[in-house]
């Protein structure tokens, strides 16, 4: 089996946590069991000596090295100058998810993990071949990593019950019709049986 770690995109407390500004997010990732799958997917990680990296968004209070408007959702996010500032409660990994043992890859501008970050040399200096990525959203922040990975050579699963999207319909298509040519689909309970 190639060496495999887990990427867990922007599973943040000013994301989806008790402090999250995505409320109809949060209530799709609990209707869809997303927090307890990806503490599944996490826990299986863990017993089998795979590495963890959460990717992580932050933005800094004058926004040097971010690009804050490149795009309407940005700026618009942006408005807020409180919004996703590093080094407060908002960026930290949600408690239930995080261990000690776990890697931080955190960007401070962009939609997806790879782009201006090392998350592509940590990786390769731990000999990753495959990537198991779980989290928020499929709207962007999935199918950027997912499109980046495969990019840079590295083959890619997708946990379908861990990740979510908005709404939901489009969520959906868009495991069925984007991701579903980049990447591997499986559920939690089979990802690490190698099922699709």
């Not at 609990?30 to 932050?58: Q, W, Y």
């Not at 408007?69 to 700026?75: E, G, I, M, Q």
Request: with cysteine; net charge negative; proline share 5%.
């Amino acid at each position: 089996m190639d060496r495999t770690a887990v990427l867990v995109m922007e599973m943040q407390r000013g994301v989806v946590g008790d402090i999250a500004r995505f409320p109809d997010l949060v209530a799709t990732c609990e209707k869809r069991d997303v927090f307890r799958n990806a503490a599944h997917v996490l826990r299986g990680a863990r017993n089998s000596g795979i590495p963890v990296v959460h990717c992580t968004a932050a933005f800094r209070a004058d926004r040097a090295g971010s690009h804050a408007r490149t795009t309407p959702f940005l700026a618009h996010l942006l408005k807020d100058p409180a919004h996703m500032l590093d080094g407060t409660p908002a960026v930290e990994v949600l408690p239930e998810l995080w261990d000690p043992g776990d890697l931080e890859s955190r960007r401070f501008h962009g939609f997806s993990p790879f782009t201006g970050t090392s998350l592509d040399m940590t990786l390769r200096s731990l000999g990753v071949e495959r990537v198991v990525a779980l989290g928020v959203s499929l709207n962007l922040g999935i199918q950027g990593l997912a499109i980046e990975a495969a990019a840079l050579g590295y083959r890619v699963t997708v946990v379908t019950d861990a990740v979510a999207g908005i709404p939901e319909e489009y969520a959906q298509a868009v495991l069925d019709h984007t991701i579903g040519l980049l990447a591997t689909r499986v559920t939690a309970a089979r990802v690490w049986e190698g099922g699709r």
